[in-house]
């Protein structure tokens, strides 16, 4: 059983930075690739950025150069540096994790509101 608990959403400013966290707990899966998927309203779920095992990233185009994905693999955590935020930024945001027989968990999904 492979749970995911996600910390760091809340409300910001345009143009703030807030740093989002996830940690994976549980017994009996490898991890391959951990990321970040984003559901903005009224639009279809979107990812964000993944990261593999061996640090290897990619990030979907709305975000680069201002998001930065990471991981510690001791921690089996996962955290994602959001700077430069904008109101289309305001999403919930779910972290992933894809084990090594590649099962995708989801976790429950964190609040990012980007408001003056």
């Known amino acids: 059983q492979v749970q995911l608990v996600e910390s760091g959403g809340g409300l910001v400013q345009p143009g703030g930075s807030l740093r989002l966290s996830c940690a994976a707990s549980?017994?009996?899966?490898?991890?391959?690739?951990m990321g970040w998927y984003r559901q903005r309203p009224g639009k279809e779920r979107e990812l964000v950025a993944g990261i593999t095992g061996g640090g290897r990233t990619n990030y979907a185009d709305s975000v680069k150069g201002r998001f930065t994905i990471s991981r510690d693999n001791v921690k089996n955590s996962v955290y994602l540096q959001m700077n430069s935020l904008k109101p289309d930024d305001t999403a919930v945001y779910y972290c992933?994790?894809?084990?090594?027989?590649?099962?995708?968990?989801w976790g429950q999904g964190t609040q990012v509101t980007v408001s003056s």
């Open positions: 992933t994790l894809t084990t090594s027989t590649w099962t995708l968990h």
């Open positions: 549980g017994s009996g899966f490898s991890i391959d690739t």
